[in-house]
C-alpha cells in the first residue's frame, strides 16, 4: 500500500461494510484509522496490502498487533474485496500473502473478527485453517462483530 492508496482503500472499507449492514459503532468502518490505513500500518509489526486489478484498487487487508492482547498476537485486519474482484481467487492470494508476513513478523496466533453475514470470507479463513472461538480477544473496539476465529501460526 501507498500513502496515496488511502482514499481508495477507505472508499472499499465502507461500501464493503456497508453491503453487509455492518455500519456505525462497534464495526470496523467506524475505526479512526479508516481514512489513514497507510500511516496506521507502520513496520516492522503490521503490514496492509491492497489488490489493484484491472487499473483500480479493489481490495485490500492487512495484519498488525492485537490490541490489547498478549505478545506474539496478531490481528487480521479490514480485509475487504469489492464485488468486482470476488470470486477470482484472490482472496486467497491475498490471505496467502499476510499470513506469510505475519509468521515472518513472528507472530504465533492470528485473531480475526468478523460479523455472520460475511459467510463467503468465513468459508475462506476456514479452508485456511482458522477456528472458531467463544468470543472475542483483546481490544479491538469491534462491539458489534460477532464472530471471532483464530490461527495457530507455528504449525
Known amino acids: 500500500m501507498q ?23 462497534g464495526y470496523s468502518s467506524s475505526d479512526s484509522e479508516v481514512d489513514t490505513m497507510y500511516e496506521a500500518y507502520p513496520p516492522p509489526d503490521s503490514a496492509f496490502f491492497v489488490i489493484e486489478w484491472q487499473g483500480k484498487i479493489q481490495g485490500c487487508g492487512g495484519v498488525a498487533p492485537l ?3 498478549d505478545k506474539g498476537v ?9 464485488p468486482s474482484l ?5 482472496g486467497s492470494k491475498l490471505l496467502k500473502q499476510i ?4 509468521r515472518s513478523i513472528g ?14 470470507a468465513r468459508r475462506l479463513y476456514e479452508r485456511f485453517g482458522f477456528t472458531a472461538t467463544e468470543g472475542p480477544m483483546g481490544n479491538t473496539g469491534h462491539s458489534s462483530c460477532n464472530r471471532f476465529m483464530t490461527l495457530d501460526l507455528t504449525a
Open 3 to 25: 500513502q496515496q492508496d488511502n482514499p481508495a482503500v477507505a472508499a472499499i472499507i465502507r461500501d464493503v461494510m456497508a453491503e453487509y449492514g455492518a455500519v456505525g459503532c
Open 67 to 69: 490490541s490489547g492482547g
Open 74 to 82: 496478531c490481528e487480521l485486519r479490514k480485509m475487504y474485496f469489492l
Open 86 to 90: 470476488r470470486g477470482l481467487g484472490m
Open 99 to 102: 499470513l506469510a508476513e505475519a
Open 107 to 120: 507472530y504465533n496466533l492470528c485473531y480475526l473478527e468478523t460479523v455472520e453475514a460475511m459467510k463467503e
